[in-house]
């Protein structure tokens, strides 16, 4: 049996973010969750689930287990329908962690733009359809209730933004002109890390 637990690290092409909760975490259903389903299609999301198989096997040999559920799952159209070449990541991290003296450390989950610079909250929410990037730590566990790995989110990269906030935007092309500057802030994640997407 395993003394030390199972980690890994991996960033995913660039895929579209199916209810995403990003800059804000869900709380709906308990504990305040950031989570992100990451829809990945064609030979990048191949790619991708062949690097993940390769980990769940390394996963089943470190914990002694003979199989692991894999959080990624075809993905489907509005009519439930499977959409060929395409598949949903499913990923989310913790919004605070517990400290061993019992206390709670606000999880700043760190964002930031194709450039990497730090993403402004004043742009609004990252809405469902945005292209993003993930850095994922991939764990594993094998208990009574959850055999399997764990996608937890590290960092976030925003390459194609979709808010709430855009509104009629959405019904422009992008056009050579008068271009917005973002307000600065900080870069600092939890770990204090540079994550290289």
Same mark, same amino acid.
């Given at each position: 049996?395993?003394?030390?637990?199972?980690?890994?690290?991996?960033?995913?092409?660039?895929?579209?973010?199916?209810?995403?909760?990003?800059?804000?975490?869900?709380?709906?259903?308990?504990?305040?969750?950031?989570?992100?389903?990451?829809?990945?299609?064609?030979?990048?999301?191949?790619?991708?689930?062949? #690097?993940?198989?390769?980990?769940?096997?390394?996963?089943?040999?470190?914990?002694?287990?003979?199989?692991?559920?894999?959080?990624?799952?075809?993905?489907?159209?509005?009519?439930?329908?499977?959409?060929?070449?395409?598949?949903?990541?499913?990923?989310?991290?913790?919004?605070?962690?517990?400290?061993?003296?019992?206390?709670?450390?606000?999880?700043?989950?760190?964002?930031?733009?194709?450039? #990497?610079?730090?993403?402004?909250?004043?742009?609004?929410?990252?809405?469902?359809?945005?292209?993003?990037?993930?850095?994922?730590?991939? %764990?594993?566990?094998?208990?009574?209730?959850?055999?399997?790995?764990?996608?937890?989110?590290?960092?976030?990269?925003?390459?194609?933004?979709?808010?709430?906030?855009? %509104?009629?935007?959405?019904?422009?092309?992008?056009?050579? %002109?008068?271009?917005?500057?973002?307000?600065?802030?900080?870069?600092?994640?939890?770990? %204090?890390?540079?994550?290289?997407?």
């Amino acid at each position: 049996m395993a003394t030390k637990p199972f980690r890994k690290s991996i960033v995913t092409p660039v895929g579209t973010a199916i209810y995403p909760h990003l800059t804000t975490p869900d709380a709906k259903w308990g504990e305040p969750t950031y989570k992100c389903n990451l829809r990945l299609t064609g030979e990048d999301a191949t790619q991708f689930i062949a #690097k993940i198989e390769e980990m769940k096997v390394q996963a089943m040999e470190h914990l002694g287990v003979k199989d692991l559920i894999v959080p990624i799952v075809p993905a489907l159209d509005d009519d439930k329908n499977e959409i060929p070449g395409a598949f949903d990541v499913k990923t989310k991290a913790k919004a605070f962690f517990k400290q061993a003296d019992g206390s709670m450390v606000e999880n700043n989950l760190t964002i930031v733009d194709s450039q #990497k610079n730090p993403y402004d909250a004043s742009n609004g929410a990252i809405w469902g359809g945005s292209k993003l990037k993930l850095a994922l730590n991939v %764990g594993a566990v094998s208990t009574s209730i959850y055999s399997g790995l764990m996608l937890r989110i590290s960092a976030c990269q925003v390459i194609d933004l979709v808010t709430g906030s855009q %509104g009629g935007a959405n019904a422009f092309d992008k056009e050579d %002109g008068f271009t917005a500057e973002p307000k600065p802030t900080p870069v600092a994640t939890a770990d %204090g890390d540079e994550i290289d997407f």
